[in-house]
């Protein structure tokens, strides 16, 4: 859930990577996480660079073996075509928060109005609902991926 979250919010990618892992495997996420700790400000983040890229390397080194396991970044993007299926309007929420952040900055304004407020016009939905979504789509994604069985069609969920 936490790589999810770091992917959609720091990668260069977004919320894409989600959707298309093309050219992304284990070394590739390695690179990408070496990177931040030599670069400026990371995604808008109050922590430093090295203390977020330290805390990407850690998280990074405990789901790389669970990654394998579980058939690669395939397995996470069947369950993020699985999610939109059944939840398109939490992850057209989850896109379009982060595909803002990416384009504006993730503490700037919109005119007179945050990301978090335009995402919740344009949806019809609270702020806190916002929020909200954006936390569990990582969440629900993470679920789906560890019931997709890795022997068979991603379209097929364990119960």
């Known amino acids: 859930m936490d790589l999810i ?5 720091l990668h260069p990618r977004g919320v894409n990577l989600l959707e298309d892992p093309s050219g992304l495997d284990a070394a590739a996420l390695a690179e990408w996480v ?3 700790g030599s670069g400026g ?8 660079p090295n203390e977020k890229a330290k805390s990407l390397e850690n998280l990074l080194a405990s789901c790389v073996d669970l ?9 996470v993007v069947g369950a993020v075509k699985l999610l939109k299926e059944g939840y398109p309007v939490d992850w057209r929420i989850f896109r379009e928060y982060w595909d803002l952040t990416a384009s504006v900055g993730k503490f700037s304004r ?3 109005e945050t990301i978090i ?3 919740a016009r344009r ?3 609270s702020v806190p609902t916002v929020y909200r979504k954006r936390d569990q789509v990582p969440e629900r994604i993470a679920i789906i991926t ?11 969920v364990l119960i």
Do not use: F, T
């Not at 979250?5 to 919010?9: D, L």
């Not at 890795?150 to 097929?156: F, I, L, M, R, V």
């Open 41 to 48: 400000e990371v995604g808008g983040s109050r922590r430093s």
């Open 123 to 125: 949806n019809g939905v």
């Open 34 to 36: 070496k990177a931040l």
């Open 5 to 9: 979250q770091a992917v959609a919010e």
């Open 67 to 75: 990654l394998e396991e579980i058939g690669g970044w395939n397995r």
């Open 110 to 112: 919109l005119g007179s």
């Open 117 to 119: 407020d335009r995402v």
């Open 146 to 156: 560890m019931r997709l069985n890795p022997d068979e069609d991603p379209g097929k």
